[in-house]
């Protein structure tokens, strides 16, 4: 049985993380977490699950080739970038 749980706790074996948060617990120690008047449990639909993203993640850019005849844009002045740095050592 599912239940929630007003206020985040815990029972002896079961925890619930944030006020609201809704876990399985056995029937009979849900019945007894009901019984108590302000112990905060109520019955609950099990979770729903989180939805699967159908689109895979994005690659990440390649540098693109300029047209021919064309210069990278140049960098402004100023210090050097850490990449930088590091491959000329």
Do not use: C, N
Not at 4 to 11: E, F, H, L, P
Not at 59 to 72: D, K, S, V, W
């Amino acid at each position: 049985m599912y239940l929630r749980k007003a206020q985040a706790g815990s029972v002896p074996g079961h925890q619930w993380t944030y006020d609201g948060e809704v876990i399985e617990v056995d029937d009979d120690l849900a019945q007894d977490l009901l019984a108590i008047p302000t112990g905060g449990f109520s019955e609950a639909e099990p979770p729903k699950a989180e939805p699967v993203d159908p689109e895979p993640e994005e690659e990440p850019e390649t540098p693109q080739e300029l047209p021919e005849g064309e210069e990278p844009p140049k960098r402004k002045p100023g210090r050097p970038k850490k990449t930088e740095i590091a491959e000329a050592e």
